[in-house]
T-cell receptor
Framework: DAGITQSPRYKITETGRQVTLMCHQTWSHSYMFWYRQDLGHGLRLIYYSAAADITDKGEVPDGYVVSRSKTENFPLTLESATRSQTSVYFC??????????FGSGTQLSVL | KQEVTQIPAALSVPEGENLVLNCSFTDSAIYNLQWFRQDPGKGLTSLLLIQSSQREQTSGRLNASLDKSSGRSTLYIAASQPGDSATYLCAVISNNNDMRFGAGTRLTVKP
């Protein structure tokens, strides 16, 4: 199906573990983004990518790593998860007219 | 730095009422403005996209307007229904490619 998909939908992990959240889009959009959404903070940009092999930090990048070897995939890795990284994570891509498309989100709990 | 504000943070109306949601931004040098809907536990769904050269966009019972000079956009919902209950967010893309979200307005439409 065309669109932007995230996996897993839900994830529970422990502090100190490495976690990777996946994001895949079928439109070949150049720009992709990772946001976290928390009560009281709204949507905050973690990292973004302008194209394959081009990534840049957003507002809250500490503790996160991204890669983009292929245009369609933009995984987000928490190298050593902390409780403060408990959040809902959204991946997005940007198409024509700079219109944004969001995935369904990954709800991450770090215990 | 662009700042995006949505007031009120929450709104409750009886079914059938017409209503207006507001989005204000501080820098008028924008490329476009996009309205989203977010249901609890779900991702963001795009409702309307207004380019900076446009004054309004319509989709069904929704009408979004843009006044760049005053730094305002409004989302008008006609004949509200309980199914319209959700959080509505606006996002502004500035000419420098910066993207900012408002904190959202949580709408409740009571039967």
């Amino acid at each position: 199906d065309a669109g932007i998909t995230q996996s897993p939908r839900y994830k529970i992990t422990e502090t100190g573990r490495q976690v990777t959240l996946m994001c895949h889009q079928t439109w070949s959009h150049s720009y992709m983004f990772w946001y976290r959404q928390d009560l009281g903070h709204g949507l905050r940009l973690i990292y973004y990518s302008a194209a394959a092999d081009i990534t840049d930090k957003g507002e809250v990048p500490d503790g996160y790593v991204v890669s983009r070897s292929k245009t369609e995939n933009f995984p987000l890795t928490l190298e050593s998860a902390t409780r403060s990284q408990t959040s809902v994570y959204f991946c997005a891509s940007r198409g024509q007219e700079l219109k944004l498309f969001f995935g369904s989100g990954t709800q991450l709990s770090v215990l | 730095k662009q700042e995006v504000t949505q007031i009120p943070a929450a709104l409750s109306v009886p079914e059938g009422e017409n209503l207006v949601l507001n989005c204000s931004f501080t820098d008028s040098a924008i490329y476009n403005l996009q309205w989203f809907r977010q249901d609890p536990g779900k991702g963001l769904t795009s409702l309307l996209l207004i380019q900076s050269s446009q004054r309004e966009q319509t989709s069904g019972r929704l009408n979004a307007s843009l006044d760049k000079s005053s730094g305002r956009s409004t989302l008008y919902i006609a004949a509200s229904q309980p199914g319209d209950s959700a959080t509505y967010l606006c996002a502004v893309i500035s000419n420098n490619n910066d993207m900012r979200f408002g904190a959202g307005t949580r709408l409740t439409v009571k039967p």
